[in-house]
Structures are given as C-alpha cells and as structure tokens.
Nanobody
Framework: QVQLVESGGGLVQAGGSLRLSCAAS????????MGWFRQAPGKERTFVAR????????YYSDSVKGRFTISRDTAKNTVYLQMNSLKPEDTAVYYC???????????????WGQGTQVTVSS
C-alpha cells in the first residue's frame, strides 16, 4: 500500500510559478513510477508528467513540455512538479499517483492522492 499526500497548490497569476509536492508513505517508494495528472472543471483527468522509479525516464504531455519539471527525492519519499510560466488553462486539481508500471494511462496507477487545487488568474 502507498498513501500519497499532495501540497503546494494555490492561486497564482499567469506567468508565475508553483511547486507541487507529493509525499508518499511506505518503504517501497523507490519501486514505483510516479505520475502527475490534472482535472479541470467539467473535463476528464489528463496526464501531465511521469517519472520512472529510478528517475531515469521522464516524459510530459505536450501542453506542459518545456514549462513543467517532474523530479523525485527518494530519501524524502517525495515527488515534485515544478510549474513555470503558468497559464490560465493550467487551472485544475492536480493529482499525484503511484504505480509499478505507471505510464501515461491513468489506469496504470493504483494509488492516488487527494489532489491539490491550482488556479491561474489572467
């Protein structure tokens, strides 16, 4: 079992930055790929970024590539999402997820956090 708790969301102006954190419980954090997803009001949850269990393979959605950076700190059992040059269309609830496979498909992640709201004003 893995429990995930996100933090770091908030209200920011367009062009600003936020860093989301996701703290994981359990001693098997280093075994899991970690992903970030987001869900805007009235829309489906979509993939944002993913990092492999050892940090060696990372990929992003086209909409955030070049602006967002995913990273992980195994010693702290934490994964981060640094978000720069934020746009109003980035407004959503952001979720972190853990999975032994953990790819772009949300179905490959059995463990999810409760989400953190990010609001970008224009």
């Amino acid at each position: 079992q893995v429990q995930l708790v996100e933090s770091g969301g908030g209200l920011v102006q367009a062009g600003g930055s936020l860093r989301l954190s996701c703290a994981a419980s359990g001693r098997t954090f280093s075994s899991y790929a970690m992903g970030w997803f987001r869900q805007a009001p009235g829309k489906e949850r979509t993939f944002v970024a993913r990092i492999s269990h050892n940090g060696g393979l990372i990929y992003y959605s086209d909409s955030v590539k070049g602006r967002f950076t995913i990273s992980r700190d195994t010693a702290k059992n934490t994964v981060y999402l640094q978000m720069n040059s934020l746009k109003p269309e980035d407004t959503a609830v952001y979720y972190c997820a853990a999975g032994l496979i953990g790819e772009r498909d949300s179905g490959t992640y059995p463990y999810w956090g409760q989400g953190t709201q990010v609001t970008v004003s224009s």
